[in-house]
């Protein structure tokens, strides 16, 4: 919004007073004002939803299936959020996602999970997510394969990885104190909603006020300047490659909960779905510019949006074209409203 | 005002105001020009000259006034438009395409076609022309531009302008990448087109230069006309620079101190080269000592320092701060050990356009001032704020984004990063290009400022006037070598033209 201000007066007979205006926005009514858009199309979807669903939309019952929804695939467009910032992308999520969730089901797992408790299995989905990021980004950053070849390596071989250890078969989770950790409500919101909301709260500070997140803009504004001010750009990237595969490892033990089962099929085509939150909410595919609270408001969309479809018994084929059409729309809308240059 | 009438004006533009959010860069201008002249356009930075141009060129639109071409007014609601109306533009930062070859690139937007199929060989036989006549024969159409260096670049920029068969080319700071020989060339094909009866319009921050070729001026100042159609002939410079500037400005370089002998060395570095660039280049700076690096563009100068700050791997030789060897290749290192780096191209090696001046100025420190991985943008913005106070930079607002700023005043804030920095060593490559004369004269104090703390400095720049006059002592680099090394004092810039001229003969 205070891009958009138009004053007639010369910049330098207030610069005080623009800089504190500007000060005060980029708290809140910064990210809300520059998701103006996104917040009118979920509000739109909302009573869309309502009109056409009446009471089964609009309920808290319902609100917790819509978040449940949004969950796993918001933690990885978080993730996704600082990969994208960077310039970047990893296509490897969705599979990374299925092979934690299998890695961290095998019989062997969940027996020492019966032993030293569910620490052993989130560890594990943790750890293959990580690992598996910073292949990614080793690949990337020092070897100079561009990301999208790099990752999409990974997605494939993950994908592989998955079946051979799951051998194709859905491996149901019996520790008990996972699923006393990580499966129902606390305070009456699922538990998975709770991790969602941590992430999301985890990755804005991290985004907007660690030298983590100034590194990450940099690196994605120009990198040669990056370069050139002494930040260590392949460091960097391989940095945030493994956070996107640590959130991907997160989504796997979001997923173990929710499902109650490990599964190679698990996160099929989500790096799409976590791509489209992301650009949909705002981040710059270009690099430079990432926004945390438009990704969450992006996966809220999606979520919803399915969540319509599904209440109206509509086709799922319908939805992806409805899914589609919001891509653009929202980001046509988007470089209306963002857009700096003026002429 | 004009008194005596004719030739009939070219181009006029009338009263221009141009607004941004936030800004008010023009506020009525008025320029007037005729066929067949070079017309100068003078102001310090952030004066609005650029953005005069680009509302000429379509660029940016209007927010008042009128443009009139022979007397007709005329709309450029985009950049396609001006060229239509035989307005060409070579824009102050770089416009260049780094993924095409250089004829691809002269002819982008207007490619020669026929029946829909680019024709390649007549746009390479063109521009082979193009590039004779602005003197570089020997870069080939089907080079890579971003193979090229940034004066390389230029002769694009300026071989697109002349493609487009204008009646009225503009060119902002065309020479502040080009060195003395080139911008030899680039008069000699001005003086042509002048002839032709084609108009100038001539953007630059050197007053030398527009004695040189200029005929008439019209000076700018805080987005107004406050000085128009000047003659050069019968101009005082300080009437020139007091317009600009509203006041009197020294134009002189600081004393030089001298360097006691028993000052410690600094920077050593012996025997670095670096791969088919330059090799064998040993030197050494002292506290307190500025060195300048004198020589053609494209004699190794601007690679010389970026080997030195680790941004390329030296193929040999070595690099030593305060006597430690540096890592070889590591700008990291370079930084870590208190070397900083100014460099060349501003706006594809130093600046994060998108972020807002603060954090460009904080790009190096942001990590330092930070606890444990928590950003202190306080101490950030109050950093930041000290050094544009102290540069002047304009406007004094480190809260916009730096993409706004005048191109001076974004070089202002590429210094003011090594400022906050606080460097033991500092490599300047330009650094004052694209400095208006007043900002000149206060960066040439402040390097010396630097030195006399105990700062050792070592600049590259293609004004030999400026290394010269700054420098303590002076290196001429000519193809790669080190070819006379010895106080900036006992030579002069007819002798500096011979050596590098010599020795890119041999
Ligand atoms: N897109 C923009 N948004 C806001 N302000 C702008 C924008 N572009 C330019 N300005 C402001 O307009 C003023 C004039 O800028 P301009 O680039 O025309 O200066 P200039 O005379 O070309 O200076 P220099 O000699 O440094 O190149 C400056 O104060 C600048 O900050
Ligand atoms: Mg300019």
Redesign the interface.
Known sequence: MSEQQTSSRPAADTPKARADHRRGHSIFSGAVGRNLGLVAALLLLCLVGFLTGGDRFASLTNLMIILSLASAIGVLSIGMTFVITTGGIDLSVGSVVGLSTVWASTLATQNLADQYGWIVMVGCALLVGLAAGLVNGVVIAYGNVVAFIATLAMLVAARGLAELIANRRTQIVDVPSFDNTFQGNLVGVPKIVWIFVLVAVVGWFLLNRTTFGRRTVAVGGNPEAARLAGINVKRHLVYVYGLSGLAAGIAGVMMLARTGAGSSTTGMLWELEAIAAVVVGGTLLAGGRGTIVGTVIGALIFATLSNVFIINNLDSSVQAIAKGAIIVGAVLLQQRISAPRSS | MVTEDPPALLLQMQGIVK??????AL?GVDLDVRPGEVHCLLGQNGAGKSTLIKVLAG???PTEGTILMDGEKIEIPHPVAALEHGVATMYQELDVVDGLTVAENIYLGHELASVGFTQRREATRRTRKLMERLGHPEISPHREVGTLSAAGKQVVSMARALSRDARVIVMDEPSAVLDSGEVDNLFRVVEELVEQGIAIVYISHRLEEIRRIGHRITVIK??RTVGRNLDVASTPTDELIKLMTGKDVEYAFPERPGVPDDAPVRLEVADLSLAGVFSGVSLSVRAGEIVGLAGLVGSGRSEILETI?G?RRAAGGTVALDGRRLRNGS??A???AGIG?A?EERK????????PVY?NIT??T??RT?RA???DERAERDAAKEQAVALDL????????I?TLSGGNQQKAMLA?WLVHGCEVLLLDEPTRGVDVGARSEIYALVRRLADAGTAVLVVSSEIPEVLGLADRVLVISEGEVVHAGPADSIDEHQVLDMVMEGSAA
């Open positions: 607004t941004f959010p936030g800004a008010r506020d660029a940016h639109q805080d987005g700050y941004a700008v990291t370079a930084v870590g780096l460099p594809s090696q130093g600046l994060v356009l998108d972020e954090r790009l190096s942001f990590a930070a991985g928590w950003l304009r406007p004094p607002d480190v809260d916009r984004s993409r990063r």
